[in-house]
């Protein structure tokens, strides 16, 4: 790493003492006279058609302001992913609808004086439906005579809406079928994965007001806040210059956060009333009415030589989207994109995926983004490869990764959701990432043994991952940057902190590139009244985008301060100039002033003008992080409880700008991909309904359920991102499912095909051997 001053440094979170004090304002933190509360009525049938809705008795219902359903609201059809122009997901949704395609479906909405008000009234809304056959499995949405989940005629976008498709992908390189038969070994598996849900700390909230224009603000817990303006405008049919998005504070994302579910809502009432309303979701909402992650199963087909090179590679994704498409197909994308580069040593590779339209809880981004779900096959397969030749997971993976310098034709076929963008890697530590984490969980020693100890065995795994630093050429950031007289910089740029750290990265990268310190930046986020565009946070691009934005826009400002320094100095050369510890020196003459002098000077004196610029960034590169993910795990071979011992990552993401926030995304996302490795799953009824929406039923683990974690961070310089940064975000989320999955394999030499490796999952899969 080159010698920095800040980056590289544990900065405090510039938010944590206000954190800590409580004194950090959320959405709901705030509250108005007269605001009005919402509480909706959800489908009870998975499929069905309202033909009669009377909500007669509800708006008399006293403290009741409003009742929308799909007979009073404007039926413009769009999609609820926040994601970039244009939409790569199918417009499939309304505000309000007659359709009812899952439960958990919206069918009304009461505004009130309070909630309890509103909930009483929903109670008076009387709808009779006819119910529809409901395709509950996603093997069967595709089958011959199934019932057409879309069968309205304005759907756009979506693949085949009458065959149940909201996506279709298909890409090849090269002749996979004769890459097999030229193969010395084949090995081929199917694992499937299930819903889950983000189970951010704050739930979905969202406060909406008038201004003293008449123009609509929405505050709102969200990771895109310029994408709810613009889809918010679009449902209402109102200028973008109608509405004001401000993104506080929040409680977490995780994927989730990335769609727009009540702001919409929320904002139509108050449009109509002039009214501020609240609409905030419970938990048990969270779980059915809110976003899942994608359901898939995925199978894999590796052919490989006799020394082990791969031959052959064809991964096929079946994804159940539930019962609308969004981020239908860029999910499923990812699938393929994050994952088959990473074994580029195979010349023929084949990636089909399809993206069924289910009466189930609908999927949206997640953590991972698809990439997730095709590592916890290709991992499993890979060793499977492995030891039909008789080699070490470690020596496979060595032969096979991609290394720098290298590229994979995949870039380029397989974008989001589109063609992608051919990349090579200038940064990569792989080999390193592989050997310090074997060291680590000792695999030398362990991998093999299965050592025993009554009932319980023990077993040790491993997996290696990308994953993507943005959307190259779609995402995009900005970011302003103001001088003030004493040296401090407001910085108002548009990227999300979602509790990570976001906007102490962007201090800090001010700080290392105009010389002072990081709180002497004043940082201002997301609202799109006054800070500049960008498209959120998400697809790992808090960084890379963002972070990217306030460096150029910090470039130009230093640029800016020399060019008064060259007058005050006489001097031309900025070469010649030091700026570092608040002041900028000439390294010829030993002359020196200092920045709130040339702030002063500037504002005031001679040549009066303000120190100000904005930078922009978009990238044609997607430089990806990588990891070596290592556990040791001890199976209950009486009761099937898998026990996690230890866990081992180790990362490349480039420069980490900040190593304990680095080490903090890291920590985080493995207990996100241990918790849906070992106990998350949706439970549903044969009607489709989910059960057990709380955290009582739905296990996420508590501190007591957290095995030792060993984070090992790797520095490489990435050139192509801001002081050599890449992402950090979801990459190790991927490794808990096949690293487990291979640890079990290690001790009882059998595979689970099904996530998550629940006690009566893994016990079944123990009797059977015997």
């Known amino acids: ?41 959800y489908s009870p049938h998975a499929h069905a058609i309202i033909e009669n809705i009377d909500t007669t008795l509800a708006e008399k219902y006293p403290g009741v302001e409003m009742v929308l359903t799909y007979k009073n609201t404007s039926r413009i059809i769009h999609t609820t992913a926040g994601q970039g122009w244009p939409e790569p997901s199918p417009y499939d949704t309304y505000m309000f609808n ?17 909630e309890e008000i509103a909930q009483e009234a929903l109670k008076l809304i009387k709808v009779q439906y006819k119910v529809l056959p409901a395709i509950l499995d996603m093997e069967d949405a595709i089958k011959d005579g199934a019932p057409i989940i879309h069968d309205e005629p304005e759907i756009k976008g979506a693949y085949d809406p009458q065959r149940n498709l909201a996506a279709h992908i298909l890409v090849k390189v090269g002749d996979v079928e004769k890459g097999f038969a030229e193969s010395d070994v084949v090995a081929e598996d199917t694992f499937e994965v299930p819903y889950a849900q983000h189970c951010p700390i704050e739930p979905h909230v969202a406060i909406t007001y008038l201004d003293e224009y008449g123009r609509i603000v929405i505050r709102t817990s969200t990771q895109v806040p310029f994408h709810v303006r613009r889809i918010v405008a679009q449902v209402l049919d109102i200028p973008v210059q109608k509405i004001r998005v401000i993104k506080p504070r929040i409680g977490g ?9 009540l702001e919409d809502v929320c904002a139509y009432i108050t449009m109509k009333t002039g009214k501020p309303t609240r609409a905030l979701y419970t938990r048990e909402e969270e779980f059915i009415s809110s976003r899942t992650r994608h359901q898939m199963k995925v199978n894999v087909k590796i052919g490989a030589k006799k020394d082990g090179t791969f031959n052959a590679v064809r991964m096929y994704v079946l994804s159940n989207t539930g019962a609308y498409g969004t981020h239908a197909l860029t999910v499923a994308s990812n699938a393929g994109s994050k994952t088959l580069p990473l074994y580029n040593k195979a010349p ?21 983004y698809g990439a997730t779900q095709g590592y916890a096959c290709l991992e499993q397969v890979v060793d499977e490869v492995a030891h039909k030749l008789e080699l070490t997971p470690l020596e496979i993976r060595k032969k096979n990764h991609i290394k720098s310098g290298e590229t994979s034709p995949i870039f380029r076929a397989l974008g989001e959701g589109r063609e992608g963008v051919t990349q090579y890697m200038q940064s ?49 950031g900005a970011a302003t940057l103001k001088m003030n007289e004493d040296a401090s910089f407001n910085l108002m740029y548009g990227g999300t902190d979602l509790g990570t750290g976001l906007d102490t990265i962007a201090a800090q990268i001010v700080a290392e590139t105009l010389g002072i310190k990081p709180e002497q930046v004043i940082v201002y986020a997301a609202d799109t009244d006054l800070t500049p565009f960008d498209v959120g946070a998400y697809a790992s691009s808090g960084t890379f985008i963002s972070g990217g934005a306030v460096l150029r826009a910090a470039m130009k400002i230093r640029e800016q301060i020399f060019e008064v320094v060259r007058e005050m100095f006489g001097e031309q050369d900025e ?27 500037t504002l005031y004196v001679k040549n009066q003008h303000q120190i100000a610029a904005t930078g922009s960034m978009v990238s044609p590169y997607s430089p990806p992080p990588f990891a070596a993910h290592f556990v040791e795990i001890e199976v209950d ?20 700008l900040n190593p304990e926030l680095v080490r903090g995304q890291i920590i985080g996302a493995l207990v996100n991909g241990l918790s849906y490795a070992l106990s998350e799953e949706y439970k549903l009824t044969d009607s489709g309904r989910m059960f057990g929406s709380n955290f009582m039923e739905y296990r996420i683990p508590s501190t007591r359920d957290i095995p030792e974690i060993v984070p090992i961070i790797v520095s490489t310089y990435e050139p192509t991102g801001p002081y050599g940064a890449k992402s950090v975000a979801e990459i190790n989320i991927n490794g808990p499912i096949p690293a487990i999955g291979n640890a079990l394999y290690d001790a009882l030499g059998v595979r689970v095909h099904k996530v998550p490796y629940i006690p009566e999952r893994v016990l079944e899969i123990i009797r059977s051997k015997k």
């Open 575 to 601: 070469r010649d100039f030091a700026l570092e510890d608040g002041k900028v020196t000439s390294k010829k003459t030993g002359k020196s002033v200092t920045l709130s002098e040339i702030a002063y000077q």
């Open 637 to 656: 071979e009486e009761t099937g409880i898998v026990t996690p011992i230890k866990y081992v990552a180790a990362v490349d993401c480039g420069t980490p």
């Open 428 to 476: 990569c530590a792989l080999d390193e990432l592989i050997e310090k984490g074997a060291k680590e969980i000792g695999w030398f020693e362990k991998h093999g043994k299965r050592t025993r100890n009554g009932s319980k065995v023990r077993g040790i795994g491993m997996s290696i991952h990308m994953q993507g630093s943005a959307i190259p050429l779609v995402d995009m």
């Open 253 to 261: 994302g995780f994927g989730v956060k990335q769609e727009i579910i």
């Open 1 to 41: 790493m080159k010698d920095f001053k800040h980056i590289g440094t544990s900065t405090d979170k510039i938010d944590a003492l206000s954190l800590a004090t409580g004194q950090s304002m959320f959405v709901d933190d705030i509250s108005f006279p007269n605001m009005l509360h919402i509480k909706f009525l």
């Open 98 to 114: 007659r359709k009812m395609r899952y439960i958990g479906d919206r069918v009304a909405a009461v505004a009130a004086e309070t």
């Open 348 to 368: 023929n590779v084949e990636y089909i995926a399809d993206v069924v339209y289910t009466n189930l809880p609908v999927a949206g981004a997640y953590r991972g």
